[in-house]
């Protein structure tokens, strides 16, 4: 059982000995560690090789960069960076001087790069160089290099002129993807977010010989909890960003000495598909999120990869990454299934009136326990709807049953009437990928005239050459009822998604124009 009783008591007491955790803090995890296995390799990038005391020596260079630049203790930093070792070292060395790390998609459009920093208010924007992230009113901090690319930063601060932040202190303000409306600010403290990633480690059972291969950017939550959740195992992280399929990526992995990998569902699918037949391998697991992982991925998966431990987790921004976990030893319980919380956590399915409805029935997901968030930056009547009496308010429906685990339907717009009976798009989306004829799906809903709304198919056939939307929809007629088929097939050649492997819907919604 977790002992989860504050949020200055979140990790379990009978597990400190084994993570040698101070409770809830990251940072000084990590300087302990820097004292007691200093040569062991935490973070792996572009060939370049970072120790737990070479990383806190740099992440000190930084904070000494910070501070001689004028930074305040409190003030926000907000980093403009999409190289791991860059982020991963100024986002400790923020922390190490008591700052608000603000992480920026570098792949947004200028327009919204300048909206989010309008609305973090930092007072410094760390960057890759002098013409990145051209932005005037906010003082840039630009990163300085050595010959192979790595950090370098100067003198660093000693352990005495640090002012790292305390556990209950706001850490991070991380923004929504904005896939289904406007980004929003998720404001988390060191406590929650160092818990939330201790908790997870000790889920997926990690230790220090464990190294994740990740490909998500670091700036995007699921980023950022991969990093966390190794360093609170004691264990590594190999980080390259790029496009990776089948053997290359896998090879990649072997090379870099990792036991296993974290990312979204695409990431999965491109491993997968080329693949024909089981691989030897010394991987230990594979952790799936940001997305619904389709049954015959998982299967394949298995096959390809014989004795790698699948995990496919549901998580929330608001709760500091991961919130539910699946683990293979659990993957009987049912199809669709995201498994239990972590931690304290309690989730809960409602009515509208905010009474919990039967177990097995479905019903929007509310949160309790340690792990929530402080609330929305600046935004006092969004945050007031969100955590409720009740708990914190997901946006997300879907059941639990009588011993706690959870299944996730989709949002409240993924549930809607298509000519007066109830369609859940995700159970679509999943019926689609079961045929094994797509390398990627994604469905959204469509107002129709006649019927309400319907659901519309984005699909990236296997083989478009021979691709017959008449002979796909007949086979789906023997996994969904009628009110269930979608209403129009979009064929395209890649379904546009974030980073962490979410579909962005409003990109979809253009793609409808010139659809076929």
Known sequence: MWDSKSSQDI???????????????????????????????????RSRNYSYADFVFQACAFAGLLRSAGFIRGQRVAFFVEEYDHFFVSMIGVWLLGGVVVPINTKLPQRDVEWLIAKAQPAFLVVPDEVACPLTGTTKLVLQYGDNGSLYLGKPLVEGELEPLHPDELAIIMFTSGTTGLPKGVCQTLACISANAGNVALALGFNGTDRIFINTPPYFTSGICHFLTLLAAGGGVAGELGFFFG???????????????GGGPTHLIRVVEPMSAPREHNFRFWVSSGDHLPMPVAEKLRYVLPGVRLFNMYGLTEVGGRLCILSPEASNVGIGSVGRPIADMVVVARDPSGAPVPAGETGELYVTGSLLMLGYLDEPEITAKTLTDYGLRTGDFGKVDEVGNVWVVGRKDDIIKCGGEKVSIVHVQQAIMELGIFTDVAVITTPHELLGHAPVAFVVPKNPDNFKVSKFLLALKKLLPIASLPARVVTVNEIPRTGSGKAIRSELQKLLKGGN
Do not use: R, Y
């Open 11 to 45: 990790l379990p007491e009978d597990t400190l000995g084994a993570f040698e955790i101070p409770k809830n803090n990251a940072v000084s995890h990590l300087l302990h560690l820097a004292k007691t296995q200093p040569a062991v390799p935490l973070l792996i990038t």
């Open 247 to 261: 053997d290359s990526l896998l090879d990649m992995m072997e090379k870099l000495g990792c036991t296993g990998f």
